[in-house]
């Protein structure tokens, strides 16, 4: 790119900033030097290939998607959490909140995200465990109790199960006296993933997709502003695949998305702004950040060549960052706050649009409020004392960040022809990508890639080549044991007679009549959405309503690989 059209696109960049709201803040280093919102090349230069790199808030979005960067707002501080019943977790809600907290982010036990009620007896001994058990609307109003869902921005991570509890938020919101119309967050649903990584499924893909289609056409009608599918490659990540894996896996689902939603009839421009995104941010820094970049400059690229979408916001790839898990170590635990913090780090330099922090103890139990309260203070010591909030995209131009968020970039185009292959020549309803993406599900293309990845890195670490401090170097320590949360089994005892006694109170006539109701819909091609609201409404519990769907649908079996 000529230097006239470098300094064309500053002016368009100043224009816009101009005009942006810009928080009332200190935008100055702590030795008080002014800074600027932006750096780009000097004036008069020529660089060539700078239209990839660009200004912030404009197309390709490689430098963030708003002109002021967190000059504007900075990221949210959404905590995921969860455990034992809805009331210990609403009491951890309410702590994330007054400290600070800027949206929550639920986490579920192992039973609520396989679809099953506390007493299955699938359930024994994982009541709560790691989650908050849900069985039904009334668990909803406890977890929720005195936190306003019209006013706070929630993030449910579930997939399987997704449609049916969230129509139990709804529930929750609306017995609130709620507007439901106004409600905003993130449901992630995004099924794809659990066939790749998580191994969370209830059905076989197809009717997965049927009821995430349902999902999209609802919101998309009645909840504008709620985002029905965060696309994960937070899973697919701590699975073992490397940085270009998870990203081009991921991306590739977003696409798989889309095409769900074209196929459904919807306006791109209308359905593309509520979907999200889910990443992990690990201990590579530079790589991680190259990571973040190129994903938002392929995302708006494909959604305007590919997908036909015109609108900005359409274009805008929007991602929520966890710290990377799978990095932390239970030799040496306290080190994890280190990890942790330079993870966030990353995942800040590259743009998030909210973040959670893992705690220092989570490789042996969930966090101890102390550990939690730790996790929270790492972000606000990030936003509020390095300055990192002051400029947009500050490694944009730097010769090793741009080097690798090509490589990244390249790598994963490669990945996306290739599960384009995988499709071959027959025709899908939904779109090549999904046809694709479900062939290599079925082949065990993913899964094995991804093992693939995770055994060559644990060669490494097992030669010595890479490191993990506490591990396999430096493993002296003075280090005393930390006290853990323990969950008792009185939760699950606890939770089974709740469970019991709402049974027992409601209307059974009612709660059948709703199901059938809703299996109807379901054999009509109608959008379920209303039908399990009405199964909701009548304390139809999660696991009668998923029961219900498994005796229509099936159960999915994963074909044995060896």
Request: a negative charge; charged letters at 25%.
């Amino acid at each position: 790119m000529d230097a006239h059209e470098i300094a064309a696109g500053r002016a368009r960049w100043q224009a816009r900033y101009d005009a942006a709201r810009k928080r009332d803040a200190d935008f100055t280093t702590l030795s008080g030097t002014p800074v600027e919102p932006v750096y780009g090349p000097p004036p008069g230069t020529d660089v060539p290939g700078f239209e990839r790199i660009g200004w912030p808030g404009e197309y390709p979005y490689t430098r963030g998607l708003h002109p002021t960067g967190y000059r504007g707002r900075t990221w949210t501080i959404r905590q995921f959490a969860g455990f034992g019943n809805a009331r210990q977790t609403n009491e951890r809600y309410k702590m994330i909140l007054g400290a600070g907290g800027g949206g929550l982010s639920v986490a579920f036990d192992m039973p609520t995200l396989m679809g099953r009620d506390s007493d299955d007896p699938q359930s024994l001994g994982e009541v709560g465990h790691c989650g908050v058990a849900v069985d039904s609307a009334a668990d909803m109003e406890v977890l929720f109790d005195g936190i306003d869902l019209a006013a706070v921005t929630t993030s449910m991570t579930i997939s399987g199960p997704a449609v049916p509890v969230f129509c139990m938020y709804l529930v929750a919101a609306e017995r609130q006296g709620a507007d439901l119309s106004k409600l905003d967050g993130t449901l992630q649903t995004d099924i794809f993933k659990e066939y790749i990584a998580q191994k969370e499924w209830l059905f076989a893909p197809e009717p997965h997709l049927r009821l995430i289609g349902d999902l999209m056409e609802y919101c998309a009608a009645e909840i504008p502003r709620y985002k029905p599918l965060s696309v994960s490659g937070y899973h697919i990540r701590e699975a073992g695949a490397t940085a270009a894996q998870e990203l081009a896996y991921t991306l590739a689902d977003g696409f798989g998305y889309v095409e769900l939603g074209l196929s459904r009839g919807l306006d791109v421009n209308t359905f593309a702004p509520g979907l999200s995104f889910f990443f992990d941010s690990h201990v590579d820094f530079f790589e991680e950040i190259a990571k973040f970049r190129a994903a938002r400059r392929i995302w708006a690229r494909w959604l305007r060549d590919e997908y036909g979408a015109t609108s900005e916001k359409a274009l805008w790839l929007r991602f929520h960052t966890q710290t990377a898990g799978v990095s932390l170590t239970a030799q040496q635990p306290v080190n994890n706050v280190v990890r942790t913090a330079v993870e966030a780090l990353a995942a800040i330099l590259g743009g998030t649009n909210s973040l959670h922090t893992n705690a220092l103890d989570e490789t042996l139990a969930l966090p101890t409020d102390e550990s939690a309260e730790i996790a929270l203070r790492t972000q606000q010591v990030l936003m509020e004392e390095i300055g990192v909030t002051n400029v947009a995209d500050p490694l944009g131009g730097s010769w090793y960040v741009e080097a690798l968020t090509d490589s990244i970039e390249a790598e994963a185009e490669a990945i996306f022809a290739r599960i384009r292959e995988l499709g071959g020549k027959g025709e899908h309803p939904i779109g090549p990508m999904t046809a694709g993406i479900l062939r290599g599900i079925e082949d065990g293309w993913f899964t094995s890639h991804i093992a693939d990845s995770a055994f060559t890195y644990q060669q490494a670490l097992e030669k010595g080549d890479k490191k993990i401090v506490g591990v396999n170097c430096h493993t002296a320590t003075i280090a005393k044991d930390l006290e853990i949360l323990r969950i008792s089994h009185e939760v699950e005892v606890e939770q089974k007679r709740l469970l019991a006694d709402r049974k027992t109170g409601r209307d059974d006539t009612a709660v059948k009549a709703a199901l059938h109701r809703m299996l109807t819909a379901a054999r009509d091609g109608e959008n379920m959405i209303p039908a399990m609201l009405d199964a909701v409404r009548a304390e139809a519990t999660l696991g009668e309503i998923c029961d219900a769907l498994r005796d229509e649908w099936g159960v999915y079996r994963e074909p044995a690989r060896f």
